[in-house]
């Protein structure tokens, strides 16, 4: 009976401890309430307003800290007013900080604060490069990284390593901007955020860009706008068509008016969206280019709106390339006076963040001086209402005794049910641990498998070379072809960890991606959908290869001597219990009797009867369209 007593006895004193922090947190939360009601809320917009309004509800409302939390992170991740979102990212730190070292918390919630914390210090680093000062940046950016070792997402790191290559890359240091970039991009590799993902890419698409690879630079800018449209997210899209829209007017002979065009409509949704940095940034991208076609009218026009909108963000950079810019077009319209002046603007604000570094010294106390600071602010401010908050833990202490009674009773019942739960839990973990073994079993005979193609792959265009015939050379690219369709089910298996089904819309993408080259300067619009979320590995596999033949079939023969765009649209769906993929090209059409003839219709056959499937050529108006059906239970 007297080691009963004494468990009791203890459980009892930690529930009294745990109670008394349950009592001091929400004495912290009530302060927590005075300071962020104590924000002004003059001179916003009305959409920021609004969203401060929702937010500041979700806030108070909630009794979950965690949710309140994900409040504060909608208020420092969409509020625009760089003065405002100083006083509620600062808010947002002092409200992480009191609860990431708390000791009677969950570890996920531990973790849930402190990757808040460091993305936090993130925009504290980021004001700071917008406002010129790059080292002092820098710095809260590595403060960052450590924050986040052994406690950070996949995406906390990338957003931290997105912000450093951003900022050697306004140093000028393109290769070590890059090199973060690239990390920020290897680090959502396995994760599901595709805004993130649309960002990085974006921004690798920039740097090649810098480094002159326009062509690798378009192809990153494309796939991250497809990643934003996909995921409706309008910023992101529209940074893509700005992006594009400059390679268009700057560097690809004859693409002046498509370039313009893809700038508009970058600032038709940065301007309804009110963000006025990125606003600036395509007026002088537009600027530009209408200098480049002696429309000078409209290019002093579009200079003097990126001042105008710079001046509005009040940062630094779009400023600096308004001056720069306002100045080429002065002068080149002859006004001399007025562009010196510009000149002069440029240079002055220029020498101004060459200095940055003078103030690297103080940078390294400045986060623990703000974090002070506050929270004497918040203690000075909340000492009115400690009296009533006094009152309310002595209720609080009354009912800890009675909980204490019901708990008491609760632990009886749960030591009698230990042993059991015990031999419960071990079984349970053997389970799991033959189930992950075989897992990972899986996974690697997928990932070897997919090395063994490759090595198939490599093996078969080494025999090509040395026999330096051009037929042969293009059998042997056919049969690598062929067999990369069939790697590529096998590396979205190793990547995805999904075993026996594939999603077949993201196979296509990857497939036809994987085949571009074979178009040669003609770039192909692939169009694809699919009815099924996910269909069996060998159907897929079966449909990968026909697919294969057929793209190669239309840009050998259907597309040779077209006019048109090329254009190739797959669609996957179901008829009568029965699945069936539609292949349209729109081509000049094909020969029915040596279609029916070739090598590629025999295979594509004899692939398609191991699931069942029927194969169909038709001829349309606007190219060909071949039709396969096939069995969808597995």
């Not at 504060?72 to 002092?94: C, H, M, P, Q, W």
Request: include cysteine; charge should be negative; glycine fraction near 4%.
């Amino acid at each position: 009976m007297r080691p009963i007593y004494k468990i009791l006895y203890r459980f009892c004193s930690i529930l009294i401890v745990l109670l008394s922090q349950f009592a001091f947190a929400q004495n912290f939360l009530d302060k927590d309430y005075y300071l962020i009601d104590s924000l002004k809320e003059s001179n916003l917009k009305s959409q920021e307003k609004e969203l401060i309004d929702s937010a500041l509800s979700i806030f108070h409302q909630s009794d979950q800290e965690i949710e309140k939390l994900e409040a504060l992170e909608i208020l420092t991740g969409e509020v625009r007013s760089a003065d405002i979102l100083s006083k509620y990212n600062s808010f947002r730190l002092n409200y992480c900080f009191h609860r990431m070292f708390a000791s009677l918390i969950s570890e996920d919630d531990r973790k849930a604060f402190f990757s808040s914390f460091s993305r936090g210090v993130l925009i504290l680093g980021t004001q700071e490069l917008d406002k010129g000062n790059p080292l002092k940046s820098l710095d809260y950016f590595w403060k960052a990284i450590d924050f986040l070792k052994g406690k950070g997402k996949a995406e906390d790191f990338a957003l931290a390593y997105t912000n450093i290559g951003t900022n050697y890359f306004h140093q000028g240091e393109v290769e070590q901007s890059q090199i973060y970039l690239k990390l920020a991009y290897d680090s959502l590799y396995e994760t599901t955020n595709h805004d993130l993902m649309a960002s990085a890419l974006n921004n690798l698409a920039v740097i090649h860009q810098e480094k002159g690879q326009i062509d690798s630079s378009l192809k990153y800018h494309f796939k991250s706008l497809n990643l934003a449209i996909k995921e409706g997210n309008k910023p992101g899209e529209a940074m893509s068509y700005n992006n594009i829209g400059g390679i268009y007017a700057e560097t690809i002979p004859d693409s002046l008016q498509k370039g313009i065009q893809y700038l508009h409509m970058a600032l038709d949704i940065f301007k309804a969206l009110e963000i006025e940095d990125w606003s600036s940034f395509t007026y002088h991208k537009l600027a530009l280019a209408y200098l480049k076609a002696n429309q000078f009218e409209k290019a002093e026009k579009n200079s003097n709106y990126a001042l105008l909108y710079a001046n509005q963000a009040n940062i630094s950079q779009p400023m600096l390339r308004a001056y720069a810019t306002i100045y080429r077009v002065k002068k080149k319209m002859g006004k001399k006076g007025e562009a010196l002046t510009y000149y002069e603007k440029y240079v002055n604000l220029k020498d101004s963040l060459s200095n940055s570094d003078i103030k690297v010294a103080s940078a390294q106390k400045e986060l623990e001086y703000q974090y002070k600071t506050e929270k004497n602010l918040a203690e000075k401010e909340n000492e009115k209402r400690l009296a009533l908050e006094k009152s309310e833990r002595e209720r609080q202490q009354t009912l800890i005794y009675w909980i204490s009674a019901f708990i008491a009773l609760t632990l009886i019942f749960a030591i009698v049910q230990l042993g059991r739960n015990r031999k419960i839990r071990k079984q349970n973990d053997v389970i799991e641990k033959q189930s992950e073994e075989r897992k990972i079993l899986l996974k690697e005979i997928h990932h070897r498998v997919k090395n063994n193609f490759q090595i198939i792959c490599s093996v078969l265009r080494l025999q090509a070379y040395d026999e330096n015939n051009p037929v042969i050379d293009a059998a042997f690219e056919d049969a690598v072809n062929r067999i990369q369709s069939m790697a590529e089910v096998h590396e979205m298996i190793y990547k995805e960890e999904a075993f026996s089904t594939i999603n077949p819309e993201d196979y296509f993408n990857r497939l036809t991606n994987s085949i571009q080259h074979l178009s040669y300067d003609r770039k192909i619009e692939y169009l694809i959908s699919s009815e099924f979320d996910d269909l069996p590995m060998e159907v897929i596999i079966s449909l990968g290869i026909s697919v294969n033949e057929l793209i190669t079939n239309s840009i050998k023969h259907a597309f040779q001597n077209s006019d048109v765009n090329p254009q190739i649209k797959i669609s996957i769906m179901e008829s009568d219990g029965q699945g069936v993929l539609s292949y349209q090209d729109n081509g000049i059409g094909y020969d029915a009797k040596s279609v029916q003839e070739s090598f590629g219709t025999e295979l594509i056959k004899t692939i398609i009867e191991q699931i069942n499937g029927q194969l169909q050529y038709r001829t349309t108006e606007k190219g060909s369209e071949v039709v396969i059906g096939f069995m969808i239970q597995n």
